[in-house]
C-alpha cells in the first residue's frame, strides 16, 4: 500500500499513519518527497486495508502497489536510484563502467590492468576472487589472497571493487575487502545469501539468474532491499535460449522495461551476454542506446592465457576503442561515459 499523504500533512499525522501501519502489522517506510510525503506499508496486502488506512487526518489517498516487488517498484518511488561506491556511480547521468578480468590471477596482473582501465575511464574494478565454476576442476578462484589483491588495487587507483560473493558465511570477509558486492546468476535465488548481502549494508549488483524472468528478478533485488539496503544494481548478463551461436542469449529489451517497473539502475554485462569477445563492443554501444546506466565488461591483458572465460575478454586496446565509440552513443542518448 502507498499511503499518500497532504502536501501540508504534519509530522504527528505522519507518525500516526506510521503507527497505525506497523499496528496493522505492515512495515511503514516514508518517503519524503519534494512535494508531498507518502508512506508504503509493506507486507502482504490484503482486504480493508485501504478502509482502516483512508481515514487518518492528513491522508489524501491509499494506493494498492500492484506489483509484488513493493521496494522494487517504481510505484513505490518514482526517482530513480543512483548506486555510488567510491569512483562507482550507477543510475546518474554518467554511465558507470566496471571493467576487469573474470578472475583475479596475481597482484602484478590485477594492479597493472586496475591502472590501465582507470586511465582509459573505467570507474570500477571486477575481478573474481570467488569463482563459480561450472566444474569442479575449474580455478576456483584466489579467495582471501584474491581480495587482498583487489584491496592493493583500489589503494593504487582508487577505482571501487566489485567482486562476488558465493556464500552467506563469505559475506563479512568480502564486505571487508569489496566496495560492491556481487551476486552472480548462479545465486540470484539464494535467498540467504540475498538477505545476508542486504544485511552488510554494502552497495549490491545483482546479476540476473540464467533462466530468471524479469519478476523473479525482481523479487531477488525485494530480498536485498527488504534488510534495509537500498543500494542495489541490476545487470542483465544474458540467459539460456535455444540458440548457441552465442554462449548465452543477451535481451537488451530487458533495459528499458527494467526501467519501466523498477527505480533501481540497470546494468548489461555484454562478455558473458554474449561469451564472445568480438562480439563485446557492439552489444555494449547497444547496451548504451538501450539506455543502459553501467557496463561489466572483462578485460585482461593477455584473453588467451585468461584463467577464466578467455572467449568472452577483451584487450586492454578493443576496451580503449570501446570506450570511444561508447562515448558518441552516450552523447547522441544524453549521457555521458
Ligand atoms: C562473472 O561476472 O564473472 C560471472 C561469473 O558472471 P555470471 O554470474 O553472470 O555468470
Ligand atoms: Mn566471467
Same mark, same amino acid.
Given at each position: 500500500m502507498i499511503v499518500v499523504m497532504k502536501?501540508? #500533512?504534519?509530522?504527528?499525522?505522519?507518525?500516526?499513519? =506510521?503507527?497505525?501501519i506497523a499496528s496493522l502489522g505492515l512495515q511503514p517506510q516514508v518517503i519524503v518527497g519534494e512535494?508531498?510525503?507518502?508512506?508504503?506499508?509493506?507486507?502482504?496486502?490484503?482486504?480493508?486495508?485501504v478502509e482502516a488506512l483512508e481515514p487518518a487526518e492528513g491522508v489524501v489517498k491509499v494506493l494498492p502497489i500492484m506489483a509484488p516487488y513493493k521496494r522494487a517498484s517504481s510505484e513505490l518511488k518514482t526517482e530513480r536510484?543512483?548506486? =555510488?561506491? =567510491?569512483?562507482?556511480?550507477?543510475?546518474?547521468? =554518467?554511465?558507470g563502467v566496471i571493467a576487469?578480468?573474470?578472475?583475479?590471477?596475481?597482484?602484478?596482473?590485477?594492479?597493472s590492468i586496475a591502472r590501465k582501465l582507470k586511465q582509459l575511464g573505467a570507474t570500477g574494478l571486477r575481478g573474481g576472487a570467488y569463482k563459480p565454476r561450472t566444474?569442479?576442476?575449474?580455478?576456483?578462484?584466489?579467495?582471501?589472497d584474491g581480495l587482498k589483491m583487489l584491496a592493493t588495487a583500489r589503494d593504487?587507483?582508487?577505482? #571501487?571493487?566489485?567482486?562476488?560473493?558465493?556464500a552467506p558465511e563469505h559475506v563479512p570477509v568480502v564486505a571487508e575487502?569489496?566496495?560492491?558486492?556481487?551476486?552472480?546468476?548462479?545465486?540470484?535465488q539464494n535467498y540467504q545469501l540475498l538477505q545476508a548481502v542486504g544485511d552488510s549494508g554494502k552497495p549490491a549488483f545483482l546479476k540476473r539468474g540464467m533462466s530468471a524472468t524479469m519478476e523473479e528478478f525482481l523479487l531477488a533485488a525485494e530480498y536485498i532491499l527488504d534488510r534495509g539496503n537500498e543500494n542495489v544494481m541490476l545487470c542483465e548478463r544474458g540467459i539460456r535460449a535455444f540458440e548457441d551461436h552465442t554462449r548465452f542469449t543477451l535481451p537488451l529489451a530487458s533495459v528499458p522495461y527494467l526501467q519501466s517497473?523498477?527505480?533501481l539502475p540497470v546494468v548489461v554485462d555484454p562478455s558473458h551476454g554474449t561469451g564472445k569477445a568480438a562480439l563485446v563492443p557492439a552489444m555494449a554501444r547497444a547496451a548504451i542506446a538501450a539506455g543502459a546506466d553501467g557496463l561489466m565488461v572483462e578485460v585482461h591483458d593477455d584473453p588467451e592465457h585468461a584463467m577464466s572465460d578467455g572467449a568472452q575478454t577483451i584487450t586492454p586496446d578493443a576496451f580503449a576503442r570501446m570506450m570511444a565509440e561508447c562515448r558518441r552513443v552516450a552523447e547522441a542518448v544524453d549521457r555521458s561515459l
Open positions: 502536501p501540508d #500533512a504534519t509530522e504527528a499525522q505522519i507518525s500516526h499513519v =506510521r503507527e497505525h512535494h508531498q510525503t507518502v508512506i508504503a506499508a509493506i507486507g502482504q496486502e490484503r482486504p480493508g486495508l536510484t543512483v548506486v =555510488r561506491a =567510491r569512483s562507482l556511480e550507477v543510475g546518474g547521468k =554518467r554511465i576487469g578480468p573474470c578472475s583475479v590471477e596475481s597482484e602484478e596482473q590485477i594492479v566444474s569442479p576442476y575449474s580455478f576456483q578462484g584466489h579467495k582471501v593504487e587507483t582508487g577505482l #571501487a571493487i566489485v567482486t562476488e560473493v558465493m575487502y569489496a566496495d560492491v558486492l556481487q551476486i552472480g546468476a548462479r545465486n540470484m517497473k523498477t527505480h
